[in-house]
């Protein structure tokens, strides 16, 4: 599986395409704005098609990353989609946190034309995509994610077969549930620390050893404490997340009243103009009480 398409050049795209690129493969990426795309190739050399369709047509495997469920609609379906493009036998992979119901309707739409599909939702943030450092989560058929996993491999540290269609797609939901609590957790036990005169490289470096320790402690302690979120995973695109978990858990009964909470404290960092802020700016709303 040499030719690789990729589709989707955000922060998260452009790096994960770089990597595939620099692993060997023979690239072709397509994205709305095409300065982007020729911005890409000057980089890490490759090609750039002028629609989905045409960069997908000689590929063995095509990723998608784009930004939510009518984005991937958009550049996957109709005449110069992805499906248009791709050759009977060829995989698509997306990568988008999007529904577990879009995954199941792409995967039915690919069979009709031969074609495999796995929902692959990522996690890792930028920093992950620029490392090749990201965690995927996936919904597919065994064969395929093991045909998927090697190229993948690219630009991730760990991938996970999550069961049929779709379970990659909750998998990234129970993934975003758990940050909202964290982070949460984070901001409160910072601004409490601060507040009565801990020192916090002297608190973190204590309770990051035991139960309390968590990815966010380490990595975003410091830009917490001083007011710093103009990086990493927005706020905007957190609650775009949140939305898609609260719909999924409808359809199991299922109860998530701290994240409902946490999404109504994300709702007032909107407020306040944070929309691009990163998902740790929740400290922000308890500095200015």
């Known amino acids: 599986m040499k ?3 990729f589709i989707g050049l955000g922060v998260m795209g452009y790096p994960m395409a770089g ?5 060997g493969y023979n690239v072709t990426v397509y994205n709305r704005t095409t300065a982007k795309a020729q911005q890409w190739t000057e980089q890490y050399g490759g090609n750039f098609a002028s629609t989905p369709k045409s960069a997908s047509e000689q590929a063995d495997i095509v990723f998608v990353c784009v930004g939510n469920d009518d984005d991937v609609r958009q550049v996957v379906l109709g005449n110069d989609g992805v499906l248009a493009g791709l050759q009977q036998g060829a995989i698509l992979v997306d990568h988008t946190t999007a529904s577990a119901e879009l995954a199941r309707e792409l995967s039915a739409a690919a069979k009709q034309q031969g074609i495999e599909f796995i929902d692959a939702p990522v996690s890792g943030g930028q920093a992950g995509a620029e490392n090749g450092q990201l965690t995927v989560m996936c919904g597919g058929e065994k064969q395929v994610f093991e045909q998927a996993q090697p190229v993948m ?4 540290k760990f991938s996970q077969l999550m069961g049929p269609v779709g379970n990659g797609q909750i998998a990234k939901m129970a993934n975003q549930i758990c940050i909202a609590g964290v982070v949460q957790g984070l901001s409160e036990a910072l601004n409490f620390a601060q507040r009565a005169g ?6 973190v470096e204590t309770i990051s050893k035991g139960a ?3 990815w966010q ?3 975003r302690y410091k830009t917490m404490y001083a007011g710093e979120y103009e990086f990493g995973f927005a706020v905007d695109w957190m609650r775009k997340d949140l939305s898609i978990a609260f719909a999924e858990a409808q359809k199991h009964n299922a109860q998530l009243p701290m994240t409902k909470m946490v999404d109504g404290f994300y709702q007032q960092v909107q407020d306040m103009g944070g929309n691009r802020w990163d998902t740790s700016s929740l400290i ?6």
Do not use: I, R, W
């Open 3 to 5: 030719n690789v398409a």
């Open 19 to 23: 990597h595939l690129q620099n692993n």
């Open 153 to 156: 491999a690219s630009f991730a």
């Open 198 to 203: 801990l020192d916090a490289e002297t608190l």
């Open 212 to 214: 309390a320790g968590s």
């Open 217 to 219: 402690m380490e990595n």
């Open 284 to 289: 922000a709303l308890l500095k200015d009480k």
